[in-house]
């Protein structure tokens, strides 16, 4: 009887290897998506853009932009909902479309200025895309970052993602922007996409390559404004996120003149909500450690007074640039998109929601924010 069971349950486990999986589906079958575009027809409809890989063609030689062209081919459709959209792009493709690969997520300006609730509602909603797809937004239209001309990867999505992951910008994914939207004390963000010039100060007509250049600043689901890229590097400080970066500090006439730069080796933030008094303020405490890489003053570095000139040179530089972003979320968009609100609910619960929480638009551009920099020069080389 034992041996008789023994079979039977060899026989079974043999016939489940061999079925495979019921839902399988076939390479052959399917039409990769690597990027998503979203934007806004004049008529109010939705332009869903779906740049889509080429298989056969993705390992080919050559040079790269006569490859990368045919690496990918871009295909479009318009509908009054996304769903929509997607489903008459669906009825001109001979094969299933395949979400699950794609990790970029570009939204056009008008579509942002409009809502991105239902993008995000789509991309978290529906099964094949991923919420940890990089979300991007660009001044203009998606649909022209999407059928882009790559310089380095194959693909132009690659491109993007290698970008978006670079440590000189903010990394949102649609994730982080859907907790944003849905957490008290916070506002929306994400990194702004354009096509700048591969050449700059050149008479000749430049070709364009892919940047990302400041961040698209929203009010609940809707883009109000923009930062520059000097403006997004002080909210990089903000959210302790600053980790590679040049600071170079001008010297003055009367001392010699010329500039230093010092590379960021290591840089800390803490953001404290402080309640006195029933007065409420944020403190911003800012270490930074450097090295020094470029010196064409003619100060003496291995002087420790020239030192601790240089070092309260930049703790101002670095003040000034937080303060300027500060400033703009306040006064300008009155945006908190530094999250101030969240960490006065994660330190004063009560207070918060008894306090701030219904009036937090008003009580945070009344905010007082009071910055503090220690910048200390670690390293100045062997040279004089």
């Not at 016939?15 to 998506?33: F, K």
């Not at 990867?153 to 993602?161: G, R, T, V």
């Not at 953001?271 to 890489?293: A, C, F, S, W």
């Not at 908190?336 to 918060?352: A, M, N, S, T």
């Amino acid at each position: 009887m034992m041996k008789v069971t023994r079979m039977f349950s060899i026989g079974m486990m043999t016939l489940i290897l061999l079925t495979g999986c019921w839902n399988r589906i076939e390479i052959n079958d399917i039409a990769i998506v690597t990027a998503i575009g979203f934007d806004l027809t004049e008529s109010d409809q939705i332009h869903l853009s779906l740049q889509v890989a080429i298989p056969s063609k993705l390992g080919s030689s050559g040079p790269t932009g006569a490859s990368s062209e045919k690496s990918t081919f871009v295909i479009s459709e318009t509908g009054s909902t996304i769903a929509e959209a997607f489903r008459n792009i669906q009825g001109k493709l001979a094969r299933t479309i395949f979400f699950s690969q794609s990790r970029i997520v570009i939204i056009g300006e008008e579509l942002a200025k409009k809502s991105v609730s239902h993008v995000i509602d789509f991309q978290t909603r529906y099964a094949e895309p991923r919420i940890n797809s990089f979300i991007m937004v660009t001044k203009g239209e998606a649909f022209n970052l999407i059928k882009s001309i790559p310089k380095f990867e194959s693909i132009s999505a690659e491109e993007m993602k290698e970008l978006a992951k670079l440590d000189v910008s903010l990394k949102i994914y649609i994730r982080d922007f859907l907790n944003m939207l849905l957490t008290d004390g916070i506002e929306p963000f994400a990194p702004k996409i354009t096509l700048k010039p591969l050449e700059v100060n050149t008479k000749n007509n430049s070709e364009n390559t892919l940047a990302v250049d400041g961040i698209a600043v929203f009010k609940k689901d809707k883009l109000i404004g923009w930062m520059s890229a000097e403006e997004t590097r002080g909210l990089l400080w903000l959210r302790n996120e600053m980790e590679k970066g040049v600071i170079t500090t001008n010297i003055p006439e009367d001392k010699g003149g010329g500039n230093i730069s010092m590379e960021i080796d290591r840089a800390e933030v803490k953001v404290v909500p402080v309640i006195t008094n029933q007065d409420l303020k944020m403190d911003v405490n800012i270490i930074t450690e450097l090295t020094v890489i470029e010196n064409d003053s003619q100060l003496e570095l291995f002087d420790t007074k020239i030192i601790e000139d240089v070092q309260k040179e930049i703790n101002n530089q670095i003040k000034n640039r937080v303060q300027m972003v500060v400033d703009k979320g306040q006064e300008e968009y009155n945006s908190d998109i530094f999250g101030f609100g969240h960490l006065v609910y994660q330190k004063y619960p009560k207070e918060w929601n008894a306090n701030y929480k219904n009036n937090w638009d008003q009580k945070f551009q009344e905010l007082e924010v009071s910055i503090h920099s220690k910048a200390l020069i670690r390293r100045i080389g062997l040279t004089k």
